[in-house]
């Protein structure tokens, strides 16, 4: 609710601030236990570092963060450790995240330990159950990681975070690093644990075809900004914010109606440490009317459960 976070950009000779970039800023949503939320957005548009902020893994400059009714912003370093349990993350490049002089068991155990499964035998039986689950034998846990393909590491990424039994993981574009034959399988599985665990899942992804299959709805970020959010079906078949248009745009589709409709994205995405003034799309957007210079546009329900921040559809604006 209201999540910004500001990074500092230091300068000069004696690392004074002489600026920040709004990596986040202002930023609302929900997410309901069993649900899976898409965020989407190109490179910079602070999607990542909204799912960090949601595990307190980054601390947000201001906003609340709350986890079953809880500020965890407000929480203790002791009481956000235990409560950790239940909100993991999977990243984006598997590699990077295992440790590759660990054995998968170490790497499996690790977060079992810290949460207080303190017998050895058990932990063992335990990282033999979490490869199962993901698809993998027993068997694999004394190998290491570079004894795994891509997708193979990408599913012990997930077996550690399911250790624990998390009601909510962020997955950092879990798929983003794989081949387009291996995400598809990885998705299928993400979706499957989804239902077999009743997992809640914050979906992070750069182009909007890998959320598609697998999310129940989905917002768009632009600049640190949340600019569209709703149900699936309608923001892939009723899109409102010419972002989301543009976005769209660039997935081929069959449909005449909305092929009439296309927004073509031109430019560069603007710098976040001076972003644009009012609506932060404005440089791009080819809709843009004088208005959105000046003011930001609210992030508003224009329909039921269908979130926009944009002038076109607020009438005291035109
Ligand atoms: Fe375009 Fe204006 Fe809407 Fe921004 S507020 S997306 S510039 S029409
Ligand atoms: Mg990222």
Redesign the pocket.
Known sequence: NGLKKYFDIKGGIFGRSVGSVKAVDDVSFTVQEGEILGIVGESGCGKSTTGKSILRLIEPTEGEVKFEDKDITQLSGEDMRKLRRNMQIIFQDPYASLNPRHTVEKIISEPLLIHGMTDAKERKDRVKELLEVVGLSGYHASRYPHQFSGGQRQRIGIARALANNPKLIICDEPVSALDVSVQSQILNLMEKLRDQFNLTYVFIAHDLSVVKHISDRVGVMYLGRMVELTEKDKLYDDPK???TKALLSAVPLPDPDIEKDRVILEGDVPSPSNPPTG?A??TR?P???DI?KEVR?QFEEIEDNHFVA???YDETAQ
Do not use: E
Request: proline letters at 13%; a neutral charge.
């Open positions: 914010h010419p972002y609506c799309f404005h957007c809709l843009a009317m959105c546009p944009c002038h076109l």
